[in-house]
């Protein structure tokens, strides 16, 4: 089933600028972005064996991060 991420923001009864659509894949960042989700990408370096890097960021992602730690530093007040 692909995301649905206005139904996401509808269960969870929060607004969709106030949800953060994190993901390693960049497959379900379009439909995010295209509902005012914010979105954060953070790449695995080694999914695709080594000599093969992670796909790069587009603009449109709101936040890049190395980890869970990284992106929680970046959202910290």
């Known amino acids: 089933m692909p995301f649905d991420a206005m139904l996401s923001a509808e269960l969870l009864e929060v ?16 439909a995010a972005a295209d509902v005012v989700l914010r979105t954060a990408y953070i790449p695995r370096p080694l999914e695709w ?11 449109w992602v709101d936040l890049t991060a190395t980890d869970i730690p990284a992106l929680a530093r970046q959202l910290a007040p």
């Open 15 to 30: 607004p969709p600028p106030r949800l953060l659509m994190t993901a390693c894949h960049l497959e379900d960042q379009p």
């Open 49 to 59: 064996g080594p000599g093969h890097p992670a796909a790069p960021a587009p603009d």
